[in-house]
Each structure stands twice: as structure tokens, then as C-alpha cells.
């Protein structure tokens, strides 16, 4: 039934303003699967059906804390993607919860990582600390090739960007905007891990 939901709301808009707070509307919205194509207003939430997905996001970056990311390392896994940088207002708002959501899927497998799109290391661990935040970020600010890997299907325009990818590193859902409602992306990451298990 929860995939049912995430299926039957298939975004097909990017709409932009990371600023702007959406209030339980957008919460609503997703657990009645009302159909409609896409949520609109900051924040919005765009899922995508297994059916439409496109082709995997491949990306690899150096991170905060020194060595490298790859999404190749976790195949068969759901990815959380949270692009942000530290003096972004909405960033820091939503930090806790998504440490907090980080913690709670810890078990189930689900992998959290931030794309730093433009402090460089020292201040991005330097935000880490301040907020409790404890998975890293890849620092995609000299480069700015995640940024590249996502801008062909979901371009992360608006900051912050969540976007879940699901066990075959496909785009399953995106978040533009601040994280004003916490419970969807959990329910998001429970019907996505849920795919093709049978539950």
C-alpha cells in the first residue's frame, strides 16, 4: 500500500525556492496519494514511480573527513543525497532532522551523504560539529561534478536538495527546499527500501 502511495505520485516539475517552508499540506498530500502529478510550493516533493525511473545517478567525490565517495560502493543500497552548504539558512534548519532520520534507518541500511556544493572541508566539518551531523559530505565545490551527475534528470537548483535514490541508484524521490515535515521523507525511505520485497 505505501508503494501504491509513492507510485501514484509522479513528479514530472522542478520547482525551486529553498527558503520557503510548506507546513503539513505537503504531509497530507503524500499520505492521501492523491494522484496528482506533483506537490507544488517550496519544499516540494517530487516522486517518482519505479516504472518511470531513469537510468542510476553515478557520482563520486572527495570527502570532508579525506578519502572518496562513490555510489558504485553502495550498490543494492538506498541513498539519501542532501545538497547544502553551511551558510545556507534552510541548511542549517534541517540538519538535525536529517541526522536524526540518518539514525533511525542506520540498521535498515539506508546511507545518508551531503554534497557541499561551496564551503571546503574545514568549514563544512565545522558545520558537522556544530549540528550534531555525523555522516559525510562530498565537497563538490571545486569540481562540481554531482551537481553534473544529477542535473540531467533531478537538477539540484534550489539548496537545499534532498534526493532519495533507490537499490539500483536510481532517482525515486526529491525534496526542493527546506525538510519542513520530517515523517515523509521517513515514510519515502520506508516504501523505497521496501521495493520488490514484498511488503
Known amino acids: 500500500m505505501r508503494a501504491a502511495i509513492a507510485a501514484s505520485l509522479v513528479g514530472l516539475a522542478l520547482l525551486g525556492g529553498g527558503c520557503a517552508t510548506t507546513g503539513d499540506a505537503l504531509a497530507e498530500q503524500y499520505r492521501a496519494g492523491s494522484g496528482q502529478n506533483y506537490i507544488s510550493g517550496d519544499g516540494a516533493l517530487t516522486v517518482v514511480a519505479p516504472e518511470s525511473r531513469e537510468n542510476p545517478v553515478v557520482f563520486a567525490g572527495p570527502l570532508d573527513i ?8 553502495y550498490a543494492g543500497q538506498v541513498v539519501v543525497v542532501n545538497f547544502w552548504y553551511a551558510g545556507c539558512p534552510p541548511c542549517r534548519l534541517e540538519a538535525p532532522d536529517l541526522e ?51 542535473a540531467g534528470q533531478v537538477a539540484p537548483n534550489a539548496v537545499p536538495t534532498t534526493v532519495v535514490l533507490d537499490n539500483q541508484g536510481r ?17 519515502l525511505l520506508r516504501d523505497v527500501s521496501s521495493e520488490g520485497t514484498g511488503s
Open 66 to 73: 579525506g578519502g572518496t565517495f562513490s555510489s558504485a560502493d
Open 100 to 150: 536524526a532520520l540518518h539514525q533511525e534507518f542506520l540498521d535498515e541500511g539506508v546511507v545518508f551523504v551531503g554534497v557541499n556544493i561551496l564551503d571546503q572541508a574545514p568549514t563544512a566539518l565545522a558545520f558537522a560539529e556544530e549540528f550534531g551531523v555525523t555522516y559525510t559530505s562530498v565537497m563538490d565545490t571545486n569540481e562540481g561534478s554531482v551537481r553534473l551527475a544529477f
Open 171 to 187: 532517482i525515486a524521490a526529491r525534496i526542493s527546499g527546506l525538510l519542513t515535515e520530517p515523517e515523509v521523507l521517513a515514510q
